[in-house]
């Protein structure tokens, strides 16, 4: 059973066929779809409306006004119903294709509350060249600073436990962050490639420019959290 987060800021024209594809690649599991409408200033709000009226496996949530991805990432996983967890980024570049290749890495037997992560790997980019440059140096930046190999953190698609997530540390864009914190809790982390797309419309509303500053001060933050962190083996007497 599987809960599908989007977190979405005016989105309005891409997430009718994002969804619809969302339902297409899992049409074998038994999933429901969370879009949590970060304060969309379009018609986001109308078109979920309409949605969500024609589709039963739909839930929206909406923020009244706009707190970022992190957040409404979480708003979404808060409120989930399923045990396992996938997300997507609301502007359709993530392939819901994918989707079952992250789950099929599940290792057996794992639990929803294991600290483990599958996380796609975008090996060709439709991005701009200043968001792969910036990509690039983020990961030179993690692997210096909190010895994370992960080749691209900044990949939507993931997949994990929803009681995993809700233990781990908070902060504002901590998604960002995920496969270190995982790997702070004595877990593991698994890189799939996937698909990666151009955006057929709008523009990206999460900026490069505005989160570098604030993701230095995060990376800190990570590295002080993983200094200060214990993992004690726990016995029942």
């Not at 986001?44 to 706009?66: F, G, I, K, N, Y």
């Not at 990666?196 to 419309?201: A, E, I, Q, T």
Request: hydrophobic fraction near 40%; glycine fraction near 8%.
């Amino acid at each position: 059973m599987l809960s599908v987060v989007i977190p979405a800021k005016d989105e309005a024209e891409n997430l009718p066929e994002l969804i619809r594809e969302v339902h297409e690649a899992l049409r074998e599991v038994e999933h429901e779809v969370v879009v949590v409408d970060d304060g969309s200033t379009d018609a986001t709000p109308e078109v979920l409306a309409r949605l969500r009226a024609e589709d039963e496996r739909l839930r929206v949530l909406r923020h009244r006004v706009s707190c970022g991805q992190s957040a409404g990432l979480r708003t979404g996983i808060k409120a989930a119903r399923h045990p396992w967890i996938a997300t997507l980024d609301g502007d359709g570049q993530n392939d819901p294709a994918d989707l079952p290749r992250l789950l099929a890495a599940r290792p057996e037997g794992l639990t929803p509350d294991r600290p483990w992560l599958a996380i796609g790997h975008r090996v060709d980019r439709h991005d701009s060249a200043w968001r792969r440059f910036s990509s690039r140096f983020a990961f030179g930046m993690r692997r210096l600073w909190l010895r994370d190999d992960t080749p691209d953190t900044g990949c939507g698609i993931k997949v994990f436990g929803r009681e995993m997530f809700l233990d781990l540390p908070w902060f504002d864009h901590v998604h960002r962050f995920l496969p270190a914190l995982v790997r702070r809790a004595g877990g593991e982390t698994v890189s799939v490639p996937v698909r990666h797309r151009p955006r057929l419309h709008g523009r990206s509303k999460y900026g490069t420019l505005g989160r570098a500053w604030v993701g230095l001060v995060d990376l800190f933050g990570v590295r002080w959290l993983i200094a200060r962190n214990r993992n004690p083996e726990v016995e029942e007497r």
